[in-house]
């Protein structure tokens, strides 16, 4: 047949499917997209309502709150969304749905107005749910079994992630320094648009992949959800495990939480779900191979939870760190915080190929290169770069302000770590999963992922200080003195926030600075606010000849001026202990994983020497590792 009578589906461009770059430039713009908005998305909750350039005017500790339930539910929806393409739409519907959703989501963003951040969010959420899973599985379905250009199929097409996050994190960054947040969600809204007008374009390409699955279609081994919860309850020591934790995930918020009471409820009863499926699961393996192979798999799970719980810090903590505490000039121009975002993609498309040589080297040398191995190596390596960030905490304490690089080599060591790890784990895990279970466990696979960005926000949150509230008590005429920014009328005049430095310290078991008028300009919000001030200088025995550094942050809301005071020693002290904890944890566990190598192994029963049948040809890579 000549090539020019081929049906579109068929054609080909530089020798692999025309349908492959049809996705490629879908999947790059969708990244753009997702990629430039998560680089401003804790630094926009972060900057105060009434800067220069506004934004919500959160404390650090609900930003990364936030964040952490957010990149949480981006992972937890793609279960749902998988499970509509399978059963209902079919994959390539179910892009195009999600496609629509990501550009209403990221429209919404760059809209002024409170209302419109919570519900842009909540479309990005069901918009990547309905996307990620399933582009992933049209890129497989692209090529026939057995075809040798899969694999680089699936490289070409990881390239277009990758490039898609690293010019995002520098676009979408640049243009929400110099000319607003909102106009960064709306140049990544743009971004979706371009995505879905090349996926609707290219949709004659892919007629043959991701089509609405019909009964001759469906898997002979496929296991339904009905199924799992019906035997789940009707065991009785797997139902009195789900009571006994329902009712946990209920005190335990109701009497010990103060905040986000409801959403952290939710959280524990789903982690309930999660382990009566896990136990129902076990429970109906019939062999003692497979149970011995699902007992490892739980633990590739605790690895996953591990690795992202510290590797997500990037968005987070991180991304704070860079826009606060360091020095990001670079020959006189300022660098914006989310470009830093940008390192990650970057190095994955510089080392990628380099690290895959590595392991196969040490693999063809007869050396240890197994799955578990690598992914413990890789939590281990990135919880070294968290090295670097306890050396900027000190030379932040020593200098005021923390170098660039310190980020630079974290954010390698992070990527070294995260390349050696995340691309086996998804594979180890299809290799041991049970045959009929096998789709089932893709969901749980991402829901540990999504758990993983969970602890991430949490660790965040616990790594900043409860703030001292205060409020302004005195005449812009009283403060404008104890200011040091330039045009102190013009704060005043249009009511703009600013901060007071200052030195403080504890005299006749009392607050004092260094400038006894600051103590006249404001008051606590609340009494224990000045018990605590109190007590944090007393922990370090501050006295006027040992001062600490204090910050007075005023931003102004609701017709006053509002803010908190920041003990800048005791913050460092926790964001040292932070970087300091996850670096001790990830070393220690990950060695604790390679000690435990030879007895893990003999539990996989040979799964990586040898196929497991059914299993390895179901078309598995339905799930990307690089969703984030």
């Known amino acids: 047949m000549n090539m020019s009578t081929k049906p579109a589906h068929q054609k080909e461009l530089f020798g692999h499917p025309t349908g492959l770059y049809i996705l490629f430039f879908t999947e790059l713009w969708e990244r753009f997209s997702y990629y430039g908005m998560r680089a401003i998305l804790t630094l ?159 949709t004659r390409f892919l007629t043959h992949v991701g089509n609405k699955p019909t009964k001759a279609t469906a898997s002979d081994h496929d296991v339904s959800l009905n199924q799992i919860f019906s035997q789940m309850f009707s065991t009785k020591n797997t139902l009195i495990v789900i009571v006994l934790l329902a009712a946990t995930s209920v005190f335990i918020p109701l009497n010990f939480m103060e905040t986000e009471v409801s959403a952290y409820v939710i959280f524990f009863l789903f982690l309930t779900l999660v382990v009566g499926f896990m136990m129902t699961v076990y429970q109906d393996l019939e062999s003692k191979i497979q149970k011995d192979r699902y007992l490892v798999l739980l633990l590739s799970f605790l690895i996953v939870i591990v690795f992202w719980g510290a590797f997500e810090q990037a968005g987070g903590l991180l991304n704070i760190y860079a826009q606060q505490k360091t020095d990001r000039m670079l020959g006189g121009w300022e660098i914006p915080a989310a470009f830093f975002q940008s390192l990650n993609p970057t190095y994955i498309i510089i080392f990628g190929l380099p690290v895959a040589i590595f392991w196969q080297w040490i693999k ?110 005195a005449s812009a005429d009283q403060v404008k ?29 009392n607050f004092a600075f260094d400038k006894s008028d600051i103590s006249e300009i404001f008051k606590f919000k609340e009494a224990k606010s000045k018990e605590e001030f109190v007590n944090r200088l007393n922990g370090y025995e501050a006295s006027s000849s040992e001062s600490l550094t204090v910050f007075l942050n005023f931003d102004y809301k609701n017709d006053k001026y509002i803010g908190q005071i920041v003990v800048d020693q005791f913050q460092t002290d926790l964001e040292f202990r932070t970087f300091a904890g996850i670096t001790i944890f990830c070393v220690i566990f990950g060695v604790l994983v390679i000690l435990l190598l030879k007895p893990l192994k003999r539990l996989t029963h040979g799964a990586e020497e040898k196929e497991i049948e059914g299993l390895e040809q179901e078309g598995f890579e339905l799930a990307d590792d690089e969703v984030k």
């Open 481 to 509: 003195p104890l200011l040091t920014e330039n045009k102190t009328d013009s704060i005043f005049a249009k009511n703009k926030a600013f901060t007071i430095e200052s030195q403080a310290f504890v005299s006749n078991g």
């Open 364 to 473: 063809n040398k007869g050396k240890e290169a197994s799955s578990i191995f690598k992914m413990a190596v890789g939590v281990i390596i990135m919880g070294l770069g968290f090295v670097f960030m306890v050396f900027a905490t000190q030379q932040y304490a020593a200098n005021g302000s923390a170098a660039l690089y310190w980020l630079i080599f974290a954010y390698l060591l992070h990527t070294i770590g995260e390349l050696s790890a995340s691309p086996v784990a998804l594979s180890f895990i299809t290799k041991l999963a049970p045959v009929k279970y096998g789709a089932l466990m893709m969901g749980v696979y991402f829901a540990a992922t999504g758990l993983g960005n969970k602890v991430a926000g949490i660790i965040g949150e616990s790594s900043q200080a409860e703030p001292i509230r205060i409020e302004l008590n």
């Open 44 to 202: 926009y909750m972060l900057a105060k309502v009434s800067d220069e350039n506004p934004g919500l005017g959160w404390d650090e500790g609900k930003a990364l709150a936030i964040y952490g339930w957010y990149t949480m539910l981006v992972y937890v929806a793609s279960i749902p969304g998988g499970i509509i393409a399978d059963k209902i739409l079919g994959q390539r519907k179910s892009v195009m749905v999600g496609g629509w959703l990501l550009v209403a989501g990221h429209g919404v963003l760059s809209i002024e107005q409170s209302w419109a951040f919570y519900t842009g969010l909540l479309l990005i959420v069901l918009g990547v749910g309905m996307l990620k899973p399933n582009i992933s599985t049209m890129v497989g379905g692209l090529y026939k079994e057995g075809d040798p250009r899969r694999d680089k199929g699936f490289s070409i097409f990881y390239i277009g992630i990758n490039v898609g996050a690293a010019v995002a994190s520098i676009l979408v960054g640049w243009v929400a320094a110099e000319y607003g947040w909102h106009y960064g969600f709306g140049l990544a809204a743009i971004g979706m648009v371009l995505g879905q007008l090349v996926y609707v374009y290219g």
